[in-house]
């Protein structure tokens, strides 16, 4: 089963830049609210506060997601499987319900690291994989090296950013997206289309971006500190937006504001 498009999980709080007491403080308010999936990666360094966190609020196994992601720095033979164990003890999982590789090998060769990962999987230390900031060709050689399914690629994703083609691509693959900077760290806020499309809803400017990424067939990450915000953040599921709407929101998108940088890759979008 494709664990990042149960509904239970299509909503996922992610954790970066969080550390220490935020972070413990951040989680218990996700969960309170309803939380279930959870993100967060190597690179982020606070897989261990994470897993105390999760461990502390006591949720029956089943009804947890956790992704974390392989740092670019261990993706060879003698790294890949020993960073994963370490991720396992830091989270304090046996296994990971997703294990991503964060970006793309800097020389653009994604095989062997897709290899890597289909090896983790093979041995119990991840239920299911994926890879993060993979564009359409990256998916179309991952899909062709990989015998294992690829259940997601965790891409920058949001209403300010045309992601049709990807999209597209998404669909030709069988690789389903899930979006990280899902409110383009508040900059969708600046935009008072989002406010005026709300009021026709009874919601927040965030609630119709992040809603809109739901329609889009995307899952998501949402981080906040705040506590109003992580319930507003989560509180996406009880009304659709109207074609009118979606199409609006579509043509704000193509504005193209993006937050990551390409790491040498050349990104699929218009």
């Known amino acids: 089963m494709n664990i ?13 830049p969080l550390r220490g007491r935020k972070l413990t403080a951040a989680i218990e308010e996700a969960i309170d609210v309803g939380y279930r ?12 506060e994470t897993g105390e966190s999760l461990a502390a609020a006591g949720l029956p196994r089943e009804e947890i997601c956790v992704t974390t992601k392989v740092d670019a720095g261990n993706f060879t033979e003698g790294k890949f499987l020993a960073s994963v164990e370490e991720s396992l003890k830091k989270l304090r999982l046996d296994r990971v319900d997703v294990l991503l590789l964060h970006w793309p090998p800097p020389n653009g060769d994604v095989g062997p690291s897709i290899k890597l990962l289909a090896g983790a999987h093979k041995r119990g230390l ?16 991952a ?3 990989a015998d294992v399914p690829i259940v997601t690629n965790q891409v ?21 997206l899930s979006s990280y900077c899902s409110m383009a760290r508040g900059k969708v806020l600046d935009r008072t289309e989002f406010a005026e499309i709300g009021q026709s809803y009874g919601k ?41 709407d979606m199409a609006r929101i579509d043509r704000i998108s193509k504005s193209n504001y993006r937050i990551a940088s390409n790491m040498g890759a050349d990104w699929d979008f218009d």
């Open 37 to 48: 999936a959870f993100d967060t990666a190597q690179m982020y360094g606070n897989e261990s």
């Open 126 to 141: 991840a239920r299911n994989v994926g890879v993060s900031n993979y564009t359409i060709q990256m998916m179309r050689e």
């Open 4 to 16: 990042c498009f149960q509904k239970s999980f299509q909503r996922a709080f992610g954790t970066f």
């Open 156 to 176: 920058e994703f949001h209403a300010l950013l045309n992601q049709e083609k990807l999209l597209a691509g998404s669909i030709e693959t069988g690789i389903p």
């Open 204 to 244: 927040s400017a965030s609630q119709i971006a992040l809603r809109w990424i739901i329609q889009k067939g995307v899952s998501i990450n949402t981080m906040s500190t705040n506590p109003a915000n992580i319930r507003r953040n989560f509180e996406i599921m009880d009304f659709t937006l109207s074609a009118i």
């Open 143 to 145: 899909v062709a090296v």
